[in-house]
Every structure is written in C-alpha cells, then in structure tokens.
C-alpha cells in the first residue's frame, strides 16, 4: 500500500528543527496561537505583496496604500492572536510595519524585477521508494520569483527580530522552504530556477532590510550524487514513525511548541 506523507514548505524548517514539535502540528493537530510578532510579520508581507502585484499588473499602489494594507490586516488578523504573548503593543507593531513597508517599497523592490508574486504552485509527488511519497505542498503566499541575470530566481521576504545580522541578510535554515519552491515552481511552470534569494525585513526597533546573494536551495532537498537530501531523511522519519525531540532547539518553549505542555522531552 502507498502511504503519502504531505509536508508544506513553510514547516520543512520545524521538521529538522524539532521533528517530535513537527509531528505534534502537523499529524497529530496540535495548535497555539500565533503572537504578535508574527502577527506583524504577516501584515507586513499582506502590504509589500500588495505593492509588488500591482507592479507586475501595471496598476497603481503607493507605498502608503501598502501601508494601509499591512494595517488593515494587522487589526484584522484572520486566525487566533495572542496580544500579550511576545511583549509587542498592537501601537509599536503598527509604527514598524509602516516603516517596513515604506523601506521595502523605496530601497528593496525597485531592485528586483518580480515577475511573480504569491504564486499558485501544483503538489509535487516524490516517489522514494518502498511505497512511500512525499508530497510537497504550500503557495508561495510570502515568497516572489524574479528575473536576474543569472536566470530565475525564488525570492523569499523573511521578516523577524533576527532577520537581519551585521547587515547581511539571514539564510541559514531558509533553503528547505525555499528549495521545496524551486522544485514545485519548477515543476509547474516546467522552467528550472538558478537558486533562492531572501528578502530580510528586520522587525527589531531598528527596522533594517537586506537581500542576501542567490543560493542553491535545491540541492538541500534533493542531495547530490554521494549525500541525501532533506527529502530523503524526511522519508527515513516517516518509514520509521520516529520523530526525535530536540530540547536544545532555541523553539522549545512554551511560547513556540504547541507539543510543550506534554511534551516528555522539553528543555
Ligand atoms: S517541547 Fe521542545 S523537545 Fe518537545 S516537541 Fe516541543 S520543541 Fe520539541
């Protein structure tokens, strides 16, 4: 019998951080309340998609249109939100994401040429053996493609506290998400990408954004001749059923682990 293992981009990252935190979400449909950071972090990508699709569309958004997206969804969320979780005021997350979104719009997005935002991607079956598939999933609702000059490229907006580092742009822990949108972007517009690139947009008090250079997310899923891939070492986990913990993960907390409650492994 076949068994089909669906895992979607956005929680590859969880899924070698903590696999027993991934399974708790993910198969066993354990759930918390996001916070208000990432609450912030969804306005703030609601309001620089909104700018980008007007672009590619040829109509017009400012960037204070774009601003009134991100504050209109920063009020509205559409899932559960715990205000008093991460010690953010609704007032202080507002006053970052307007001045993200102005960055964005006048520094990040004139230098890149979209030619994709918020892309529809088919599922993607991989066959790996003994009658086990993975399924990769997930619209690349945060994530662009745009034309370089090296070929196309996924471009991933990451917003976070720790986003941006010393200026440079964070990508360590970012290649499975985005490689798993190079496979499926790949896939279903049949082009081959040349890599990723992440878009930081800092949420610290300090507000600061770089582009990282382009980076080979593929091979990260997919290994090479000698070193499987993630792909591979997901279907070793979901062959076995095992799920290890990870207590030293910098996630293992209540704040973060919808698992913690009962986990027996918790740091
Ligand atoms: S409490 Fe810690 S070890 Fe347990 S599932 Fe959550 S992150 Fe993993």
């Not at 070698?16 to 309340?33: I, S, Y």
């Amino acid at each position: 019998m076949q068994s089909v293992f669906t895992v979607r981009a956005s929680s590859w990252g969880r899924l070698f951080d903590c696999a027993h935190a991934w399974e708790g979400t993910h198969l066993l449909g354990m759930r918390k309340p996001a916070g208000m950071r990432a609450q912030l972090g969804t306005a703030v990508h609601a309001g620089t998609a909104a700018f980008d699709r007007a672009r590619i569309d040829g109509t017009v958004c400012t960037p204070d249109d774009a601003a009134g997206v991100a504050v209109a969804e920063l009020h509205s969320p559409d899932r559960e939100v715990d205000m008093a979780q991460d010690g953010l005021s609704l007032a202080e997350a507002e006053r970052i994401a307007l001045t993200l979104i102005v960055r964005y719009c006048m520094e990040i997005a004139p230098r890149l040429k979209f030619i994709d935002v918020e892309t529809t991607l088919d599922p993607l079956e991989i066959d790996c053996g003994n009658g086990l598939t993975v399924r990769l999933t997930g619209q690349m609702d945060r994530g662009r493609v745009a034309d370089t000059e090296g070929g196309i490229a996924i471009n991933d907006v990451k917003t976070g506290a720790r986003a941006v580092q010393d200026g440079q742009a964070v990508t360590r822990g970012h290649a499975a998400q985005t490689g798993t949108y190079q496979l499926m972007y790949d896939a279903t517009k049949r082009v081959r990408t040349v890599g990723s690139q992440i878009i930081a947009l800092s949420t610290s008090g300090r507000a600061e954004t770089a582009i990282s250079p382009i980076f080979d997310a593929r091979r990260v899923m997919t290994g090479d001749e000698d070193r499987p891939g993630l792909i591979e070492h997901a279907a070793a986990m979901f062959r076995t059923g095992l799920f290890p913990p990870n207590p030293s993960s910098v996630l293992c907390s209540r704040k973060y682990c919808a698992r913690w409650s009962t986990c027996l492994f918790k740091g």
